[in-house]
């Protein structure tokens, strides 16, 4: 299992990897926009929608990744009050719905790539394609859920397991988020 | 089951998910969709989900969000807090409780470049705490004023919450950012006074003031020059016209990041730090955007909005009353909730109520957001008293909590004082945006 | 309650039909003219059925964002959308002929007879709506001109290298041949765009221009010189309309359809004639442009070009796009206010 976790968590950083790159190309296209226009009268056409186009994928791309790094906000308020059993019973719980939550919205995202592929869905300027944005949300979203899925488990696990006990209370047993992890 | 029951079994629904440990942003995502098959049809709320939340994603408004964390945490890793902190420090070292008053006007002042009240919390606590400790102050005083330094900010651009609210009311974003301005300032003297009464009450609190010399003064002003330039960039920029918000913060993220590289602390290692946060951070804002959006989506169809609205516009009070109302129930939530779902949750519900009783949307982006600064230092959900005990890890929780009570009051004067002269709010943006 | 699970028997008077609400989702909010004269439809449907059909507006896009609407309407996440065919880019090609800048109608009213005159002889028309959603209405926006804040417009050479509003699609085509750069500008921030010289001006009617408040920026609107409308479709999630009883059925066809279209559009004519007037009472400053003949057949001459782009793209499949094309010309004479 541990194996299994690693290399997932490390497809995560890659992926999460991926969603830094779709800012870093935020910034680059508005400044050179920007430069561009301010300097030669010449905007890049579409810019907007290329900024869309780089949100919808940086969006999706950072979730799982975020979840490895536990920045996703959870509420440890009351829970952090239950016996330890309770506690792993009641987070494990909410996580295997979460996992279905996720799972689902990554099937919905598949099937309107589907319909948006057959219907030609397009943007209005630079007519770019959508269907492979929400294919790339839906496998984002798919990833999420397996994430979540090894948290799971781990959660589950760590009823018995005394390891993985100490590594989902570090992960959320504690009632403060680390600042680290924190920027909002 | 009527719309009604169902949109109130939703909300209860996604308050107990919530407190069992669920992740907030997939909690509203479930609800809203569950919600949305029980109130319309199993296809319609798949509907929902196929395209709701690449919608969201892919919003070019939204662009900012991103953009304004980078910029943040790359001045977090420049150290540009410590010139700006001992700017403060140097020129209201006369005031009684000079420090605890210079952690305040240097924490707004951070939060201006970075724009986020945890990165604000975390950078100003690291370095005043131990400095005011040092110093023998009292450390409710010291986590207190921490704490709502970082909170206060939330009114100064570029503010998320701001930025957020500009979103769900569909009002410019620019216009609000004006408007936070003056009641930022006025907030901030009123936090001054109240640490002034504090020690004047309880002068154990701290040491009494003392004098530093001009030219120590003057010596600091060299410390703030990078984070005037970047306050010139996105500011000037986006106030003078020259660029617009989404411009303002793509040109305020390069910016910090060319500030950094200049103190020599762009390395790789830094670099990839800085990345990692802003996408954790970003990932954390944007599930709640699309869990809150297919969340309304829900609540908007049972109707329940307006049925609230009506109720509450309804009552046979004066406008005053009604506002004390709303600010009591973002109290009793900002107690239990995060800032952000707080927000996008009650504005969809509260602005209409607001605008029925002749509050600009203007206006009531000024007050929700004290409302969040309000939620944001309040026991027991309170961020930036989460993240200062995370930082001065012998001062328990309550202490915390016990130094915050005395600013929270100070909030309510100045929702106050707002409310009664709405024009603090509105005057600034009118004077920029129209002629 | 709306959809589905309305359709709980509560009985309409008189009969055993079951009482159904249906969720009607539009950009614009319900306080604009537009949608309170959907409003009064809404009521004339509900009052036709005894109460029994309800249809209840959702405003400002708070159901489905704009560009969202189609796909809500398909999914069946809204009942009825009222679609802006160009929030939807390649969706509605055969549609948007009405919208060929300077080569369509000039009234709201009259893009409705023209597209509904199109429509029942043209399969691939009826193919390219009928696909999607079940159709109620449709019409066109108030007429688009240019208008200024500094200079007014009156020949080809004036437009050269300012920077005006325009939505996506045909528009900003034909604004790059005309030689101006166009620019996507979200309606909420036209007035600061405006204000800060961002933009030059802005290609609008007077309802928006009213509704955003930008007569206080704009002094010149080049009203002589009307370019395009874009198409409204009031349709219906397919699978919901077949889901209905015959007499609700033939309530909304008797309210809607080619008459209920004509209608609307003239509402619309209305709306924005009363938006131009409320403008003139607000302000002075506004300067009626009125290009000469020949420098408006400068514009169209170019214009013309792009039509014929259009031709090109939309001829495929044995269509005749240019028998089409003169078919809707034609039309558009025809039925000239
Ligand atoms: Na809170
Ligand atoms: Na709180």
Request: net charge negative.
């Given at each position: 299992?541990?194996?299994?976790?690693?290399?997932?968590?490390?497809?995560?950083?890659?992926?999460?990897?991926?969603?830094?790159?779709?800012?870093?190309?935020?910034?680059?296209?508005?400044?050179?926009?920007?430069?561009?226009?301010?300097?030669?009268?010449?905007?890049?056409?579409?810019?907007?929608?290329?900024?869309?186009?780089?949100?919808?994928?940086?969006?999706?791309?950072?979730?799982?990744?975020?979840?490895?790094?536990?920045?996703?906000?959870?509420?440890?308020?009351?829970?952090?009050?239950?016996?330890?059993?309770?506690?792993?019973?009641?987070?494990?719980?909410?996580?295997?719905?979460?996992?279905?939550?996720?799972?689902?919205?990554?099937?919905?995202?598949?099937?309107?790539?589907?319909?948006?592929?057959?219907?030609?869905?397009?943007?209005?300027?630079?007519?770019?394609?959508?269907?492979?944005?929400?294919?790339?949300?839906?496998?984002?979203?798919?990833?999420?859920?397996?994430?979540?899925?090894?948290?799971?488990?781990?959660?589950?696990?760590?009823?018995?397991?005394?390891?993985?006990?100490?590594?989902?209370?570090?992960?959320?047993?504690?009632?403060?988020?680390?600042?680290?992890?924190?920027?909002? | 089951?009527?719309?009604?029951?169902?949109?109130?079994?939703?909300?209860?629904?996604?308050?107990?998910?919530?407190?069992?440990?669920?992740?907030?942003?997939?909690?509203?995502?479930?609800?809203?969709?569950?919600?949305?098959?029980?109130?319309?049809?199993?296809?319609?709320?798949?509907?929902?989900?196929?395209?709701?939340?690449?919608?969201?994603?892919?919003?070019?408004?939204?662009?900012?969000?991103?953009?304004?964390?980078?910029?943040?945490?790359?001045?977090?890793?420049?150290?540009?807090?410590?010139?700006?902190?001992?700017?403060?420090?140097?020129?209201?070292?006369?005031?009684?409780?000079?420090?605890?008053?210079?952690?305040?006007?240097?924490?707004?002042?951070?939060?201006?470049?970075?724009?986020?009240?945890?990165?604000?919390?975390?950078?100003?606590?690291?370095?005043?705490?131990?400095?005011?400790?040092?110093?023998?102050?009292?450390?409710?005083?010291?986590?207190?004023?921490?704490?709502?330094?970082?909170?206060?900010?939330?009114?100064?651009?570029?503010?998320?919450?701001?930025?957020?609210?500009?979103?769900?009311?569909?009002?410019?974003?620019?216009?609000?950012?004006?408007?936070?301005?003056?009641?930022?300032?006025?907030?901030?003297?009123?936090?001054?006074?109240?640490?002034?009464?504090?020690?004047?009450?309880?002068?154990?609190?701290?040491?009494?003031?003392?004098?530093?010399?001009?030219?120590?003064?003057?010596?600091?002003?060299?410390?703030?020059?990078?984070?005037?330039?970047?306050?010139?960039?996105?500011?000037?920029?986006?106030?003078?016209?020259?660029?617009?918000?989404?411009?303002?913060?793509?040109?305020?993220?390069?910016?910090?990041?060319?500030?950094?590289?200049?103190?020599?602390?762009?390395?790789?290692?830094?670099?990839?730090?800085?990345?990692?946060?802003?996408?954790?951070?970003?990932?954390?804002?944007?599930?709640?955007?699309?869990?809150?959006?297919?969340?309304?989506?829900?609540?908007?169809?049972?109707?329940?909005?307006?049925?609230?609205?009506?109720?509450?516009?309804?009552?046979?009070?004066?406008?005053?009353?009604?506002?004390?109302?709303m600010t009591i129930i973002y109290l009793i939530l900002g107690a239990?909730m995060?800032?952000?779902?707080m927000m996008?949750?009650t504005?969809?519900?509260f602005?209409?109520?607001?605008?029925?009783?002749?509050?600009?949307?203007?206006?009531?982006?000024?007050y929700v957001?004290l409302c969040m600064?309000m939620g944001?230092?309040a026991?027991?959900?309170?961020?930036?008293?989460?993240?200062?005990?995370?930082?001065?890890?012998?001062?328990?929780?309550?202490?915390?909590?016990?130094?915050?009570?005395?600013?929270?009051?100070?909030?309510?004067?100045?929702i106050?004082?707002?409310?009664?002269?709405?024009?603090?709010?509105?005057?600034?943006?009118?004077?920029?945006?129209?002629? | 309650?709306?959809?589905?699970?309305?359709?709980?028997?509560?009985?309409?008077?008189?009969?055993?039909?079951?009482?159904?609400?249906?969720?009607?989702?539009?950009?614009?909010?319900?306080?604009?003219?537009?949608?309170?004269?959907?409003?009064?439809?809404?009521?004339?449907?509900?009052?036709?059925?005894?109460?029994?059909?309800?249809?209840?507006?959702?405003?400002?896009?708070?159901?489905?964002?704009?560009?969202?609407?189609?796909?809500?309407?398909?999914?069946?996440?809204?009942?009825?959308?009222?679609?802006?065919?160009?929030?939807?880019?390649?969706?509605?090609?055969?549609?948007?002929?009405?919208?060929?800048?300077?080569?369509?109608?000039?009234?709201?009213?009259?893009?409705?007879?023209?597209?509904?005159?199109?429509?029942?002889?043209?399969?691939?028309?009826?193919?390219?709506?009928?696909?999607?959603?079940?159709?109620?209405?449709?019409?066109?926006?108030?007429?688009?001109?240019?208008?200024?804040?500094?200079?007014?417009?009156?020949?080809?050479?004036?437009?050269?290298?300012?920077?005006?509003?325009?939505?996506?699609?045909?528009?900003?085509?034909?604004?790059?041949?005309?030689?101006?750069?166009?620019?996507?500008?979200?309606?909420?921030?036209?007035?600061?765009?405006?204000?800060?010289?961002?933009?030059?001006?802005?290609?609008?009617?007077?309802?928006?221009?009213?509704?955003?408040?930008?007569?206080?920026?704009?002094?010149?609107?080049?009203?002589?010189?009307?370019?395009?409308?874009?198409?409204?479709?009031?349709?219906?999630?397919?699978?919901?309309?077949?889901?209905?009883?015959?007499?609700?059925?033939?309530?909304?066809?008797?309210?809607?359809?080619?008459?209920?279209?004509?209608?609307?559009?003239?509402?619309?004519?209305?709306?924005?004639?009363?938006?131009?007037?409320?403008?003139?009472?607000?302000?002075?400053?506004?300067?009626?442009?009125?290009?000469?003949?020949?420098?408006?057949?400068?514009?169209?001459?170019?214009?013309?070009?792009?039509?014929?782009?259009?031709?090109?793209?939309?001829?495929?499949?044995?269509?005749?796009?240019?028998?089409?094309?003169?078919?809707?010309?034609?039309?558009?004479?025809?039925?000239?206010?």
């Amino acid at each position: 299992m541990e194996k299994i976790k690693r290399f997932f968590y490390r497809c995560a950083e890659g992926v999460g990897a991926v969603s830094a790159i779709g800012y870093i190309a935020i910034i680059v296209l508005c400044v050179a926009d920007v430069a561009l226009d301010k300097l030669f009268g010449t905007p890049i056409e579409g810019s907007y929608e290329l900024v869309e186009r780089c949100m919808v994928v940086a969006v999706f791309a950072s979730f799982a990744y975020a979840q490895t790094k536990k920045a996703h906000i959870n509420m440890m308020i009351l829970i952090e009050r239950f016996p330890r059993f309770t506690r792993l019973l009641s987070l494990g719980l909410t996580s295997i719905i979460s996992v279905g939550t996720t799972a689902y919205a990554a099937h919905a995202a598949w099937t309107q790539s589907m319909t948006a592929m057959k219907m030609n869905q397009i943007t209005g300027i630079l007519h770019i394609p959508l269907w492979p944005f929400y294919t790339v949300e839906s496998i984002a979203m798919y990833f999420f859920a397996i994430i979540l899925l090894i948290d799971t488990i781990y959660i589950f696990g760590a009823i018995k397991n005394n390891e993985w006990n100490e590594q989902v209370t570090e992960d959320y047993g504690m009632l403060i988020p680390k600042p680290k992890d924190t920027n909002n | 089951m009527s719309m009604m029951t169902l949109a109130v079994l939703g909300i209860v629904a996604f308050l107990v998910l919530i407190l069992l440990g669920m992740n907030i942003g997939i909690s509203l995502l479930l609800v809203g969709t569950i919600g949305y098959a029980l109130a319309v049809s199993p296809s319609a709320a798949l509907g929902l989900l196929r395209s709701l939340p690449a919608s969201q994603a892919g919003t070019y408004a939204l662009m900012v969000i991103p953009m304004f964390i980078i910029m943040g945490n790359f001045t977090f890793h420049a150290g540009l807090s410590n010139g700006l902190y001992n700017f403060c420090n140097k020129w209201l070292s006369r005031l009684p409780g000079n420090l605890a008053c210079s952690t305040v006007a240097a924490s707004t002042g951070f939060h201006v470049i970075c724009g986020s009240i945890a990165a604000t919390t975390a950078t100003m606590g690291t370095i005043a705490i131990p400095e005011m400790r040092k110093y023998g102050y009292d450390d409710r005083l010291a986590t207190g004023s921490v704490a709502m330094g970082g909170a206060l900010g939330n009114l100064i651009p570029p503010s998320t919450l701001l930025i957020v609210y500009g979103i769900v009311a569909e009002q410019s974003i620019g216009r609000l950012f004006a408007a936070g301005i003056i009641p930022a300032i006025i907030l901030l003297v009123l936090t001054i006074i109240t640490i002034i009464i504090m020690v004047t009450i309880k002068p154990n609190l701290c040491p009494p003031p003392h004098k530093t010399p001009w030219i120590e003064r003057f010596k600091t002003i060299i410390e703030i020059i990078p984070i005037l330039i970047l306050f010139l960039v996105v500011l000037g920029g986006m106030f003078s016209g020259l660029f617009t918000v989404n411009e303002a913060s793509a040109l305020g993220a390069l910016t910090a990041a060319i500030i950094t590289a200049i103190k020599g602390r762009l390395t790789w290692k830094n670099f990839v730090d800085i990345m990692q946060k802003s996408v954790q951070t970003s990932a954390m804002t944007f599930l709640i955007i699309i869990g809150a959006a297919v969340f309304c989506t829900f609540l908007n169809i049972t109707g329940f909005p307006e049925k609230l609205a009506s109720m509450i516009a309804g009552l046979d009070v004066s406008k005053y009353v009604i506002i004390l109302i709303m600010t009591i129930i973002y109290l009793i939530l900002g107690a239990v909730m995060d800032e952000l779902p707080m927000m996008m949750m009650t504005v969809p519900i509260f602005l209409p109520i607001a605008m029925g009783l002749d509050f600009s949307p203007i206006w009531f982006g000024v007050y929700v957001v004290l409302c969040m600064e309000m939620g944001a230092i309040a026991p027991p959900v309170g961020l930036a008293c989460f993240i200062l005990a995370g930082i001065a890890k012998d001062v328990p929780l309550g202490t915390i909590y016990r130094g915050a009570v005395p600013y929270i009051i100070t909030i309510l004067v100045m929702i106050a004082i707002l409310t009664f002269w709405p024009d603090l709010a509105t005057f600034l943006p009118d004077l920029i945006f129209n002629e | 309650g709306s959809g589905g699970k309305g359709t709980d028997n509560g009985g309409a008077a008189g009969g055993d039909l079951p009482k159904i609400q249906l969720s009607l989702t539009l950009h614009d909010p319900v306080t604009s003219r537009i949608a309170q004269a959907m409003q009064a439809w809404a009521d004339e449907v509900s009052e036709k059925t005894n109460g029994g059909l309800t249809i209840k507006l959702f405003g400002s896009g708070s159901l489905a964002p704009g560009p969202e609407a189609l796909n809500f309407v398909m999914d069946g996440t809204a009942d009825i959308g009222w679609l802006y065919t160009m929030f939807f880019p390649g969706q509605f090609s055969l549609t948007e002929v009405v919208a060929l800048p300077m080569n369509g109608p000039t009234h709201p009213a009259q893009t409705a007879e023209v597209l509904w005159d199109l429509y029942e002889p043209t399969p691939e028309l009826q193919q390219e709506i009928d696909s999607k959603v079940h159709l109620l209405t449709m019409y066109g926006n108030p007429v688009n001109f240019i208008s200024t804040t500094k200079k007014p417009i009156n020949t080809l050479a004036d437009i050269k290298g300012m920077k005006l509003r325009c939505p996506a699609g045909a528009m900003t085509e034909v604004m790059k041949l005309w030689g101006a750069s166009p620019e996507v500008v979200a309606a909420g921030d036209a007035y600061d765009a405006l204000q800060k010289g961002n933009i030059d001006g802005t290609s609008w009617e007077w309802q928006g221009i009213e509704a955003f408040k930008l007569y206080e920026q704009l002094r010149y609107y080049m009203e002589g010189m009307p370019i395009y409308e874009g198409v409204f479709i009031l349709g219906m999630n397919k699978e919901k309309w077949e889901s209905l009883p015959q007499e609700y059925k033939d309530v909304l066809t008797e309210t809607t359809g080619r008459q209920g279209s004509i209608e609307f559009g003239n509402i619309f004519y209305e709306a924005a004639e009363e938006s131009k007037k409320a403008i003139m009472e607000a302000t002075k400053n506004v300067e009626i442009v009125n290009p000469s003949p020949e420098a408006i057949a400068e514009f169209k001459a170019i214009a013309d070009q792009y039509a014929q782009t259009w031709v090109q793209q939309n001829s495929k499949g044995g269509f005749d796009a240019q028998a089409y094309l003169n078919k809707s010309l034609e039309l558009t004479e025809k039925y000239k206010r």
